[in-house]
């Protein structure tokens, strides 16, 4: 789903994501990325309380961009279900 990504992300070495996040769902998980507009969609089991959804988005991109997750911030949104966030090579 993230070839050209993370591609970009090694290029460039920065990458910004626009993430639209879905919490307290069975199983965690990328569900798709809308191509209009750039927005990816993700399921967080988590409950969106004391950054825990937060922590498991990060922890899913540290999987899926192969970074450590001191390389990921979440620029905008900490408390809103549409997010931007920064990964750096």
Do not use: H, Q, W
């Not at 626009?18 to 191509?35: E, P, Q, R, Y």
Request: charged letters at 35%; one cysteine or more; aromatic letters at 4%.
């Amino acid at each position: 789903m993230f070839n050209n990504k993370i591609r970009e992300l090694k290029e460039k070495g920065s990458l910004y994501l626009k993430i639209k996040v879905k919490t307290n769902v069975a199983k965690s998980g990328f569900c798709k990325m809308l191509i209009d507009s750039g927005i990816i969609k993700v399921n967080i089991a988590a409950v969106p309380e004391k950054g825990k959804a937060n922590r498991e988005l990060i922890k899913l991109l540290v999987g899926e961009f192969k970074v450590d997750k001191d390389k990921i911030e979440i620029i905008s949104g900490k408390s809103s279900r549409l997010k931007l966030v920064k990964i750096i090579k």
